[in-house]
């Protein structure tokens, strides 16, 4: 035995409105929806016109292509049905609707609704659908042919059917459409498309309706998506995590002010307004279909976003710095997988060095190579005696930094990085005179003993800044052996073992304090001749210089500092204890 299916309207209403669109509003933007397809369906030369009257519920009319009795019992009687597909289920390229639905969300504000229409010379039909699923189809008045959809307000839903809101509504989705709309008399149609405005026009549009006055207008074009459109740089950082909407029409209505998937994700500092007449919406209209053809276009709008990039660097590199100063971690994030972007970021972004704010390209050519400080800390460790040694030094650790001038070397033979190991300076200081080395090794052997407990090595070498009396550097190895150390004193029995076993292999360069024998200070401890005071002279330069390089003072540094501290002072202040 065969059957049909039953549907449960109002089942199918509150699937509509609770899970399928957004909000009630929506149900405007398919009436009109309808009535441009109408208009459409006429033919291109058409002159169409569509009016809304509010007032005691809502009317629709428009002088489109009308419903004979037999299409609106097929039609408008059956979910899902819809004269713009074609034999095969495919949409009608030149209509908005598709899915047989739209005018089903009406139903989300209206308990009644009307449609009076006429085609061509068939006769008047006047059907009537209501909310409980029941439907009437009998003769109409007589009437010019067109069809007029009118609502009766669902309780609780009279303020969708107010004037005022209307108006704003029919504005917010139909401005741009090709046809006349009015609302009570007033036009709602006929602005210029956005991107076809003079450039100050296009201004005062952004700051209107996305909010923010844009750093530069970029017109989009994609001819495969039948697309035109333009592109608003933002003119302040965002969070590149933050996933920015686009305002996308498509055949001229309103898809929706905030879709997403238009743009690839690096490019966070653009909003976009566009229409399209190829791309597809999904069934709720919030939305596009993510195709093949939405991912040729994406592509094809990030090349032009690229070739906006590529142009300012060419004819205003002033104002790409700007740019980049804003925008600098989207297009930083870019540039480690784009070899243009990369291009971009060595010519035109200034990174921190220790020879002041330059760019890549400027400090290879004065510098020749890219030599680089992995981390922030490390940075502020060697910037100043690296600086007073003449050796250039860029701070890597800015987000994706080391890695550009990583990506740069690997890219381009020509270039060549290198990250500065803070064990790679001490072999740039000059080791003092054999004599001096010789006087000096009573001097050596007593502070060595006094910092042999902190696993520190004292050595003495001459450098610039002689301002500077000493430095705590930790190579890559030693900081390894400092963090071993400190696991193997907490481990247990088992673990320990293991670690023991493993301490074969690791290296044990440890920390050193190298002493600057430029420096004054340096030499009159050096000079003094009592091991005691200068013990306490050099355990103070020691907390000094671990302070200077921003490392961690553990507690048996904090212990000691007080110490020499405690000391230092008890040698200074004259008089009996
Ligand atoms: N104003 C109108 N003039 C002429 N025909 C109409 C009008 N409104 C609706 N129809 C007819 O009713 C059918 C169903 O309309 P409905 O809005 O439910 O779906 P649709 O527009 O085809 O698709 P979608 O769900 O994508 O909007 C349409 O395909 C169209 O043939």
């Known amino acids: 035995m065969s059957n049909t299916f ?63 009795e037999a299409q609106v019992h097929e ?73 007029t959809v009118t609502l009766l307000p669902r309780r609780g839903s009279e303020h969708f059917l107010m004037g005022t809101t209307v108006t704003t509504l029919a504005g917010l989705y139909g401005s741009l459409l090709p046809v006349t709309v009015t609302v009570d008399g007033q036009t709602v149609t006929g602005d210029v498309l956005p991107w076809d405005r003079p450039q100050a026009e296009r201004r ?56 997403e998937g238009l743009l690839p994700e690096w490019a966070f500092f653009a909003r976009c307004v566009v229409d399209s007449s190829e791309l597809r919406p999904t069934a709720s209209r919030e939305a596009l279909y993510d195709d093949g053809q939405l991912a040729e276009t994406r592509d094809a709008i990030a090349d032009q976003l690229r070739g906006w990039l590529a142009r300012l660097a060419a004819t205003d590199p002033r104002r790409l710095g700007e740019f980049l100063r804003i925008h600098h971690l989207g297009v930083k994030a870019l540039a480690l997988h784009d070899d243009e972007m990369l291009r971009l970021v060595e010519q035109w972004y200034p990174m921190q060095t220790n020879m002041g704010e330059i760019t890549l390209a400027e400090f290879r050519a004065r510098h020749g190579v890219l030599r680089y400080a992995a981390t922030d800390d490390e940075f502020r460790q060697l910037a100043a005696v690296a600086a007073a040694q003449d050796l250039a030094l860029i701070n890597g650790g800015y987000v994706y930094d080391a890695d550009l001038i990583e990506r740069l070397a690997a890219l381009d033979a020509e270039v060549r990085a290198e990250r500065l190991d803070p064990s790679d300076l001490s072999t740039r200081f000059l080791p003092v005179e054999a004599e001096v080395e010789l006087r000096l090794r009573p001097f050596l052997a007593a502070v060595q003993r006094r910092l042999d407990r902190l696993g520190c090595e004292v050595v ?41 076993a493993l301490s074969q292999t690791v290296p044990t360069d440890r920390p050193q304090l190298v002493l600057n024998h430029r420096n004054p200070l340096v030499r009159r401890i050096a000079a003094l001749g009592d091991d005691e ?20 003072i553990r507690p048996n540094d904090a212990a000691l500092l007080t110490t020499s501290l405690l000391g230092l002072l008890d040698r200074a202040v004259p008089g009996e204890a």
């Open 204 to 259: 005062l549009y952004a700051e209107a309706t996305l909010g923010f006055r844009p750093f530069d207008v970029i017109d989009l074009n994609v001819p495969a998506a039948g697309l035109s459109g333009a592109a608003f740089v933002l003119p302040t950082p965002v969070n590149p995590a933050s996933r920015g909407g686009h305002r996308v029409y498509l055949k001229r209505m309103l898809l929706s002010e905030n879709v």
């Open 533 to 552: 005071l200068a013990g306490l002279a050099v355990e103070s330069l020691y907390g000094q210089a671990l302070m200077l390089g921003h490392h961690p």
């Open 6 to 68: 039953q549907v449960d309207l109002r089942g199918i209403v509150d699937l509509l409105s609770h899970h399928l669109y957004a909000s009630p509003r929506v149900y405007i933007r398919e009436l009109l929806q309808n009535a441009v397809d109408a208009i459409t369906a006429v033919g291109p030369d058409h002159a169409g016109r569509v009016e809304i009257v509010t007032g005691d519920g809502l009317r629709i009319s428009d002088n489109g292509i009308g419903l004979t």
């Open 460 to 500: 003495v070498r001459a450098f610039d800044p002689v301002t500077l009396p000493s430095l705590y550097l930790v190579s890559r190895a030693a900081a390894f052996h400092e963090d071993f150390t400190a696991s193997r004193s907490q481990a247990d029995d088992l673990w320990g073992g293991v670690l023991d």
């Open 75 to 147: 039609l408008l009687a059956t979910i899902g049905r819809s004269s713009k597909r074609d034999e095969l289920g495919f949409a009608r390229h030149q209509f908005l609707g598709q899915f047989g639905i739209g005018l089903l969300s009406c139903f989300m504000v209206a308990d009644e609704i009307r449609v009076h229409t006429r085609r061509g010379d068939a006769p008047p039909v006047l059907w009537t659908g209501h909310s409980d699923g029941r439907y009437e189809v009998g003769p109409g008045p007589e009437r010019e042919p067109g069809t």
